[in-house]
């Protein structure tokens, strides 16, 4: 069963940036997809990002340009760039596989993007 435990997020000032990290235990995440996905309040939770298996990153539009998926199998992390913030940026991030699995959900971070 894998944890991830995602960390880096606070609280910054439009146009800031922050990078946040994913790291993952009790099993490699090497052979998975992963995404980053983000819930702000009274929204529904949505992707951000994804990484496949061989590192190729895939954005939504809101993101492209401005935020940068990686991983380190090594480490069994994932990380997100985040550049260029905006307020509408504000959510709690989460990292889990793609397609997100329900038993792999952590407690997330907290972005705040003050204007």
């Known amino acids: 069963q894998v944890q991830l435990v995602e960390s880096g997020g606070g609280l910054v000032q439009a146009g800031g940036s922050l990078r946040l990290s994913c790291l993952a235990s009790?099993?490699?995440?090497?052979?998975?997809?992963m995404g980053w996905y983000r819930q702000a309040p009274g929204k529904q939770r949505e992707l951000v990002a994804r990484i496949t298996v061989y590192g190729t990153p895939v954005y939504v539009d809101s993101v492209k340009g401005r935020f940068t998926i990686s991983r380190d199998n090594t480490k069994n992390t994932v990380y997100l760039q985040m550049s260029s913030l905006k307020p509408e940026d504000t959510a709690v991030y989460y990292c889990n596989k793609y397609p997100a699995s329900i038993d792999y959900w952590g407690q997330g971070t907290q972005v705040t993007v003050s204007s």
């Open positions: 009790g099993s490699r995440i090497s052979m998975n997809a």
